[in-house]
């Protein structure tokens, strides 16, 4: 059974406007997506999200195929190492259960690490370790760089 991903083409057009600004951070665009099988099923996890509060990719989580169950643990850390999100028991494929770009109440705008364990339907459990952008696209005034 091919998976067919449907939501990428909505991660691909935020992420070529991105990387055509001039003031995209640094690394954004080299960063790769996740895109690979875990046991009997697929993830996938972009590599930039815009929490502008527009409605269009404004949480970070991972999207799955049906096989993909739960993602048992989500954990976000900024480049010092410090933990910033952390979740776990949540459903891959509904955003609101993501991070939505905050940490201690505040926008940060960075390059932010992630660690994702998921498990599938014939019990495979995986992390999977990558790194994403948090870039706004627009101007906070509570926003921390």
């Given amino acids: 059974m091919r998976f067919i991903k449907?939501?990428?083409?909505l991660f691909f057009i935020v992420l070529l406007i991105s990387c055509r600004n001039e003031h995209v951070l640094l690394g954004c665009c080299s960063n790769p997506a996740i895109?690979?099988?875990?046991?009997?099923?697929?993830?996938y996890v972009p590599?930039?999200?815009t929490p502008n509060g527009d409605g269009i990719n404004d949480y970070f989580t991972a999207f799955r195929d049906f096989n993909i169950?739960?993602?048992?643990?989500?954990?976000?850390?900024?480049?010092?190492?410090?933990?910033?999100?952390?979740?776990?028991?949540i459903n891959p494929n509904d955003p609101s259960e993501g991070w939505n770009g905050r940490s201690f109440g505040l926008f940060y705008q960075g390059i932010f690490s992630f660690s994702i364990k998921v498990e599938?339907?014939?019990?495979?459990v995986k992390s999977v370790e990558g790194k994403v952008c948090n870039?706004?696209?627009?101007?906070f005034t509570d926003l921390k760089v």
């Fill in 47 to 49: 590599n930039i999200f």
């Fill in 6 to 9: 449907l939501f990428i083409p």
């Fill in 135 to 139: 870039y706004p696209c627009s101007e």
């Fill in 120 to 124: 599938t339907s014939d019990h495979t």
């Fill in 69 to 89: 169950l739960v993602i048992r643990e989500m954990k976000i850390k900024n480049q010092d190492g410090e933990l910033v999100f952390k979740a776990t028991d």
């Fill in 35 to 43: 895109d690979e099988a875990v046991g009997n099923g697929h993830i």
